[in-house]
């Protein structure tokens, strides 16, 4: 069992607080009063916050003005594309066989039913050696084996009143429009957006 110790004894090793005046605590008399934040701080805080949003604004306008050029690109590029088709059709027609034909009958020049050939390496002549009768075997500018709607209402080359399948009736030939769609002038196209 243990002694209650005399007042002072447990904190005997411990220094004692000296007695000087200037090392006591006391009250203040007035709290210190706020420093005000700096200024400076707060508005390069805000400033920042400005610049970000201009930022983002200023991104989503030109992303909107882009989709607006891309829109335009594109319809331009689909009535090019329509062009490119309809003057593909018609190199496609000019250059049909059948349109060829036409053209050479128109010409004055005639098929001739047993083809002759010269051989270069000896001179010879290699078939009928006969020249081609004043009149065709084919005529391919009455009504053709299958009519070909891209040069059906296409004039000749030297007679610009005559047409390739003028005889043919209506039924037997497609009329193609060969016209391109009207390109789009009217207002802003606008992007396709969900």
Known sequence: MSTPLASGE???????????????LRAVEQAEPRRRPRLVYGLVAVAG????AGAQMG????TTQNSYE???LMTEQRSVQWQQ??????????????YLAANAADLGMVTGAQPTYLRLSDGAIVGSGKPAS??????????????????????LATDRTATLGAGAAATDTVVVDPVAPPAIADGLPTPNTR
């Open 134 to 155: 004043s009149t065709s075997s084919t005529k391919a500018d009455t009504k053709a084996a299958v009519p070909n709607a891209l040069v059906s209402n296409v004039p």
């Open 59 to 62: 991104m989503s306008i030109l």
């Open 85 to 98: 088709q309809i003057l593909q059709d018609k190199v496609a027609g000019l250059s049909s066989p059948q």
């Open 70 to 72: 891309l829109k335009s």
């Open 49 to 52: 916050a400005l610049a970000i």
């Open 10 to 24: 447990l904190f005997d090793d411990l220094p004692f607080p000296s007695a000087d005046p200037s090392r006591r």
